[in-house]
């Protein structure tokens, strides 16, 4: 039995376009990934304690409303807290550089705007995880 | 104190975390999985395990979320160990039950974990076994197990369960599929869930048919109960049944078999893993083995052949015990 | 055709295949975004059959060649910008810009926490305050967005849903403020919680309840607002989602078939209600299938309705409202989004739209800015003035691979909507997962094309170019969240509040019995009850949706 990589994809936020997210998701199964999807409207907290009841070795963040400054930093924040940076943190969505770089300060391991394909995704999952921070 | 040592001390101490790393050792087999579950066993307290199942579309997550509230309101510990299978083609799996129970995150007294069928041979995921004794020493007074009921191997992971609660919805059409299909025999209660809609009467009818013509067979006449999990509704009668399957169980003796029953699988999956892992893995890793499978293909020789020929070589004693002649 | 034409067409279709076969081979293989194969070339045996059965003319069932007897000659279609962020105040300037520049509607878009109405200080609206459109909480911060701009001269759209009929509850009342009777309104509530179930995500309540608002404000507006369109089923953001033009057709038109259904089964006249009803679609990027799907969509409609026992003419016409496809956009070079825009545009005005949405080519990176904005009403311009499209209604009509395409789409989203009926309906279809899997195999599979290079995006999976980051992208001022949760704070101190407190209870009990609830609700958006509070009210009474997973 090997040890698979378990992701959890999750919408913090009120945004309802889970397009991306569920794409993804369905990607990561295919390239033989557990995944966990948290659905609609999940609060940062509410997405953290998932994470860690379910061990997995990789958080995606989407939004596409904007607001993925304030929750995208709250996950990092409270993974921060709980002593578990060692989890790969990733965010998808319309997130301008300037943004990009606030968020990679506060943890994050890697930010996807639109046109990353699977693959890219897939790819960088299998070559950080475990080597985050 | 080394890893399992501490893994152990954590998970009796109700640390959330220990317990999240603890599921991933075991279902991993990861290094020191054994120690873990040795250090566990002896001091862990029995749960009431519950298996939930049913065909797909049946709203068994929003069941078990619910049932999870209710069993808080009574100040219940619980713990859900939600199974979705794993894709035969890559291996990967989605497990989306929890969607459906994203707001019991973080509340007290609840952990919920998505497991993967994840099922090589025979399809149990042998770690399942191994999850709710650890669910039992973090402290769970309940432990839940969903399914989706679509073929034997996800029935056969309800036999951990001292409770099997099969969850149906009217108008689905594959509701008699599914009792030919064996959840007729596991069921200790029905539940017909979304009974608001149509067509819940006529599977009430259908269901207590089929569980009075079976009554002699089984010995037992599993009670049904309607449900719409959504609005909340017929959870008191649901939580009832339970209530009285528990009581009527420890009465009778059914407890204990159930136990030996629990007991039986467990040696029995720890076994077969044994011995997959000693006899079976390294032959698999072999090149005799991809001689034997091209030969196979080749319809050079027979399957059944090749594989007394693999076992004479490799394994004579095996293979003298299980000689035709 | 005579049976000898036919003959005599099939045989040399024949031959030139042959020709073609023995001198270069097979082509490149072409396929449409419903995974059909085109073939290389169409004739007379591909196209129209029975002339008046299938196409008939422009104003006349089965209306396939558009809803208007002159279509553009006699008016253009409406160009209508979505716009909306952050504050009201902010919000009204760029309405009145927009009607300055030549604009000839609103079209407002309000922020998620108003879309799935919770208040600006609720806990789940941290951070989505403004963001993705204007934040209205009360009557307070509607009177500010339309300050100014005079109700009975404008038509007004608003893509809201699941509170849709709580906003149009405001939207009367502004009215009334500017001394403007409810008859005089024009615009659209899109109104469609359906679709936002497996499409869009801005859900509250679950079904049934939905489809009780929807029906009351259908009901009401028959009675008050006789130029208001009730509802704008939406097939766009199901596009977005992932599907393809089938699906969007299929799934948009079963969403439909349910609310006149609903309302028919709450007493209501289908030929009442039914002009009134108006419809939302995508344009994406194939010209010839898009002018295909919106033909389709068209003749299907009307023979739906006429089944469901529409007699009135105007019940059976589809009059749609097209946006360009976001989905469509790409991040990397992005002024080539304007000749994306441009052909998209161009497939509805030759679909025959009523109204026409443009996207900025800056919207795959932030909120577009007043220059992108600019340059997407400028294309529809210079589509409506300088090109002679808008000269001869359905233009593509005839066309061999259109009514090809046509006919196609239109069988295909009927074997969609007959499988729902054999389910049991949209609902239960919905409820099942079932669109939410169709409609997500269309993604992965066009996400994998694109991946595999099989479908080219430009500037994408090729022709790229390194380029500079962009600049001089619009922002929202993060303070604005706590403007909006102050101004919130001020309309909770001056208002009535025991008024308040009888209004919501009057509410509560329309929503446990069966009244129309939008008298209740115009009466509590009066005395400045939030959109929260009325929305908490509705909650409590009808519970919230959950939905399925995958």
């Known amino acids: ?133 | ?325 | 055709m005579t049976d000898q034409e036919r003959e005599r067409l099939m045989e040399s279709v024949r031959r030139w295949q042959e020709s073609v076969s023995a001198g270069h081979g097979a082509a490149a293989k072409a396929e449409t975004s419903y995974g059909h194969e085109v073939s290389p070339l169409y004739t007379p045996l591909d196209g129209v059959e029975d002339y008046h059965r299938e196409l008939g003319f422009p104003g006349e069932a089965p209306y396939t060649r558009g809803v208007q007897q002159t279509m553009y000659r006699g008016r253009l279609w409406t160009m209508r910008q979505y716009a909306g962020f952050a504050s009201a105040e902010e919000s009204n300037r760029r309405y009145r810009y927009l009607l300055e520049q030549g604009q000839t509607g609103l079209s407002v878009a309000f922020d998620l926490p108003t879309q799935v109405g919770y208040d600006s200080d609720h806990v789940m609206a941290r951070g989505e305050v403004g963001r993705v459109g204007v934040a209205i909480d009360s009557l307070a911060d509607m009177e500010l967005l339309f300050d100014e701009i005079p109700l009975d001269k404008v038509s007004t759209s608003m893509t809201i849903n699941a509170p849709a009929a709580v906003l149009l509850a405001m939207y009367i009342a502004v009215a009334e403020k500017q001394g403007i009777g409810p008859e005089k309104l024009r615009g659209t509530i899109q109104n469609d919680i359906l679709k936002e179930y497996f499409a869009r995500g801005t859900y509250i309540f679950p079904p049934v309840p939905s489809l009780r608002l929807i029906t009351d404000t259908i009901s009401y507006c028959s009675r008050n607002l006789a130029r208001w369109n009730t509802i704008s089923i939406s097939g766009y953001h199901i596009r977005e989602a992932g599907a393809n033009a089938v699906q969007e057709v299929a799934f948009t038109l079963a969403n439909a078939v349910t609310y006149v259904q609903a309302a028919v089964a709450q007493g209501q006249d289908i030929d009442e209600f039914g002009p009134r009803l108006s419809f939302f679609f995508n344009a994406q990027m194939n010209l010839l299938e898009e002018v295909a799907k919106f033909r389709a969509a068209r003749r299907l409609w009307s023979r739906l309705m006429t089944e469901l026992g529409a007699k009135d003419p105007r019940s059976l016409r589809l009059r749609f409202h097209t946006q360009t496809a976001g989905a469509a956009l790409t991040a990397q070079q992005p002024l080539n989004n304007i000749a994306r825009v441009t052909i998209q545009a161009l497939a509805a005005a030759l679909g025959g739209t009523q109204s026409l949405h443009t996207n900025s080519y800056d919207e795959a990176l932030a909120l577009p800015c007043e220059e992108s904005v600019r340059i997407a009403l400028r294309t529809q311009q210079v589509l409506g003035h300088e090109t002679g499209i808008t000269a001869t209604s359905d233009p593509l009509g005839g066309s061999y691979y259109v009514e090809s395409l046509t006919n196609d789409i239109e069988q295909r989203a009927l074997d969609y909507l007959d499988k729902i009926k054999k389910m049991g309906g949209v609902v239960r279809a919905i409820e099942e997962g079932y669109v939410q899997r169709e409609i997500q195999q269309s993604a992965y599979r066009v996400q994998k094309r694109i991946e595999g290079e099989d479908s080219i995006v430009v500037g994408v999976n090729r022709f790229k170019t390194d380029e500079e980051a962009p600049k001089n992208l619009l922002e929202v001022d993060p303070e604005m969240e706590n403007r909006q949760r102050n101004k919130l704070a001020a309309v909770k101190r001056e208002r009535d509040e025991a008024m308040v407190k009888e209004c919501l209870g009057v509410l509560q009990e329309a929503a446990e019995g069966s009244a129309n609830l939008m008298p209740p609700i115009i009466e509590a958006v009066r005395a400045y009850a939030t959109l929260g509070e009325i929305c908490g009210v509705l909650r409590e009474t009808f519970g919230e949706y959950e939905a399925p997973t995958f």
């Not at chain 1, 409207?41 to 963040?61: F, K, M, Y």
């Not at chain 1, 943890?107 to 897939?122: A, N, S, W, Y």
């Not at chain 2, 629990?262 to 893995?281: M, Q, S, V, Y």
Request: aromatic share 4%; net charge negative; glycine share 12%.
């Open chain 2, 1 to 325: 104190m080394n890893k399992p040592d501490l893994l152990a001390q954590g998970i009796q101490a109700g640390d959330e975390q220990a317990l999240a790393r603890g599921l991933s050792v075991v279902e991993n087999r990861e290094e020191g999985w054994e120690a873990l579950l040795e250090r566990l066993y002896p001091e862990s307290r029995r749960g009431f395990v519950l298996g939930v199942t049913g065909p797909p579309g049946g709203g068994k997550s929003t069941l078990v979320k619910r049932l999870v509230e209710e069993f808080r309101k009574e100040g219940v510990t619980v713990g859900v160990l939600a199974v979705d299978p794993t894709s035969p083609f890559s291996g990967g799996a989605l497990l989306g039950d929890r969607t459906r129970m994203m707001d019991l995150a973080g509340k007290e007294g609840v952990f919920i974990r998505s497991m993967a069928s994840r099922g090589a041979l025979g399809g149990l995921n042998p770690g399942i076994n191994d999850a709710v004794l650890l669910m039992e020493a973090f402290g769970s007074e309940v432990v839940i197990i969903e399914t989706v009921g679509v073929g034997q191997a996800e029935i056969a992971i309800t036999e951990v369960a001292d409770m099997v609660v099969v969850v149906l919805v009217p108008g689905q059409g594959d509701e008699v599929q599914a009792l030919k299909g064996g959840l007729l025999e596991i069921a200790d209660l029905f539940v017909i869930n979304k009974s608001d809609r149509g067509g819940a009467e006529e599977l009430e009818i259908h269901l207590q048919w089929a569980v009075a013509g079976h009554e002699a067979r089984l010995g037992r006449r599993p009670p049904i109960v309607k449900t719409a999990a959504i609005k909340g509704e017929g959870l008191g009668e649901l939580c009832a049944g339970l209530r009285e399957h528990r009581q009527r169980a420890a009465e009778t003796a059914l407890d204990e078999e159930r136990s030996r029953r629990r007991a039986d699988l467990a040696l029995r999956a720890h076994l077969e893993e044994r011995i997959g892992a000693a006899f079976l893995t390294p032959l698999l890793a072999a090149e005799e083995w991809h001689e034997a499978i091209e030969r196979i293909a080749r319809r050079e020789i027979s399957p059944g052949k090749s594989a007394r020929r693999l076992l004479r070589k490799n394994f004579p004693d095996v293979w003298r015990c299980t000689r035709e002649d």
């Open chain 1, 1 to 133: 039995m090997g040890k698979k990589i378990r992701v959890l994809i999750a919408k913090p936020g009120l945004d309802g376009h889970d397009r991306g997210a569920r794409v993804i998701a369905q990607a990561l199964r295919d390239a033989g990934m557990e995944v966990v999807y948290t659905g609609l409207r999940r609060t940062p907290e509410q997405v953290v304690s998932a994470a860690l009841q379910e061990d997995v070795d990789v958080i995606g963040l989407s939004s596409l409303s904007g607001a993925h400054i304030g929750l995208f930093s709250r996950v990092a924040e409270l993974l921060m807290e709980k002593k578990r940076t060692d989890i790969l943190l990733l965010g998808g969505g319309i997130i301008p550089d300037k943004d990009r770089e606030v968020l990679m300060a506060k943890g994050f391991d890697g930010i996807f705007t639109p046109g990353t394909t699977m693959k890219e995704i897939v790819t960088f999952i299998e070559e950080n995880r475990g080597t985050a921070k």
